[in-house]
């Protein structure tokens, strides 16, 4: 199944990329700025996404 959703990226598909998909990083922004950067709950910190995360940012 996976292996045939990544070649559907190709074609646009983008749940691939899920956790921003889903506005990952966005939860983690606002959970650090509650918890004035000291959360250790965050989602994308440590993950397989983060640096996906993180080139989609610089793309958009």
């Known amino acids: 199944l996976q292996e045939a959703e990544f070649a559907a990226a190709e074609r646009g598909f983008t749940a691939v990329k899920h956790q921003r ?5 966005y939860f983690d922004q606002v959970t650090q700025a509650i ?5 250790s709950t965050t989602a994308l910190k440590g993950s397989t996404e983060e640096e ?4 989609s940012d610089k793309a958009a």
């Open 21 to 25: 998909e889903v506005g990952t990083g």
């Open 35 to 39: 918890q004035q950067g000291q959360s």
């Open 52 to 55: 996906q995360f993180k080139n």
